[in-house]
């Protein structure tokens, strides 16, 4: 394995992300510098102004890098105080404890980015009792913020590999497949038969119901046509209000009445009850005046209109 070789890949690498902000000291053996701030920006008034922290990560390779770890220090460049070194170099030396094997220098960088962009504040490097109260009231925090963070990540990665190893499981079942043995099928008779005995009861039930619905309709209709049937038509209300309404009563009177004088000619006189008692005083007829003084009045009002 050419060790120099991947070193120099590797620092070509690191001057293509970083630009001016990558300085190689020396080259034998490999020496670099490289500026780090929460922001990247090209100028130099707009750095101081966004990014109120800097440092500079000072790398210095072996011959065997990166089989082994480099030497690594963090020099500050603005508000940062000594506290602040000590824990970006401690974050550094992990960073690279992880790599090891591989090219570490620009996950330690970006390690280190992660950590300023999450402290990109004013008055780290005030040395005061009252700051440094301040940052610790900070970082403890900060400190259950990423705790926090980490059980809900770590929540979710049992979630996934439960819901993973269930749906491996269900894979597995289904690539195998259920052997098929006695128990197996008396288990799946069991299960089929009780579900078609609930289809054919729900079958049934509905059954019944459309045969209710069905008969309460044809009683209905049945009773609509006896009330039609029951209700006199328009002619015969009609008839009714003029006093025609019984025709055949009518006509059933007058056959009566005829049949009553038919009776009536066949009588014979003699077989009749006369009382005649009622006939015995004879009434003179002959003293009566027909010429009365209103017929003579009728006649004077015939000539008159004559």
Not at 2 to 11: G, I, P, R, S, V
Not at 138 to 151: G, L, P, S
Not at 189 to 196: C, G, I, R, V
Request: with cysteine; charged share 40%.
């Amino acid at each position: 394995m050419d060790y120099l070789e991947d070193q120099e890949l590797e620092a070509e690498a690191l001057a293509a992300i970083f630009d001016t902000s990558f300085e190689i000291i020396s080259s034998s053996p490999n020496h670099w510098k490289i500026a780090l701030f929460p922001t990247d920006t090209f100028d130099p008034d707009e750095c101081i102004e966004v990014n109120h922290v800097g440092c500079d990560l000072i790398v210095k390779l072996s011959d065997t890098y990166p089989d082994c770890l480099p030497e690594l220090d963090v020099e500050i460049i603005r508000g940062l105080g000594p506290e602040q070194q000590e824990t970006l170099l401690s974050l550094a030396m992990e960073e690279a404890e992880q790599f090891v094997g591989m090219p570490a220098i620009y996950s330690v960088c970006e390690k280190i980015r992660e950590w300023l962009g999450d402290n990109n504040v004013k008055g780290l490097d005030d040395q005061s009792m009252h700051a440094q109260m301040l940052r610790r009231a900070r970082d403890e925090e900060q400190k259950k913020v990423q705790a926090k963070q980490q059980f809900e990540s770590q929540k979710v990665k049992e979630e996934l590999s439960q819901t993973e190893t269930e749906e491996m499981a269900v894979l597995k079942r289904r690539a195998e497949g259920t052997p098929c043995n006695k128990e197996h099928f008396e288990a799946w008779k069991e299960k089929f038969d009780k579900e078609m005995e609930e289809l054919r009861e729900q079958e049934e039930e509905e059954e019944s119901q459309r045969e209710k619905i069905t008969k309460k309709g044809a009683i209905k209709k049945l009773d609509e046509e006896e009330l039609m049937e029951s209700r006199s038509t328009g002619f015969e209300q009609f008839s009714q209000k003029l006093g025609l309404a019984n025709l055949d009563a009518l006509e059933k009177a007058a056959e009566e009445a005829e049949n009553e004088e038919g009776d009536v000619e066949d009588l014979n006189v003699d077989e009749l009850d006369v009382n005649e008692d009622l006939f015995d005083e004879e009434d003179d007829l002959d003293d009566l005046d027909f010429d009365s003084d209103d017929d003579s009045d009728y006649e004077d009002e015939e000539e008159l209109d004559i």
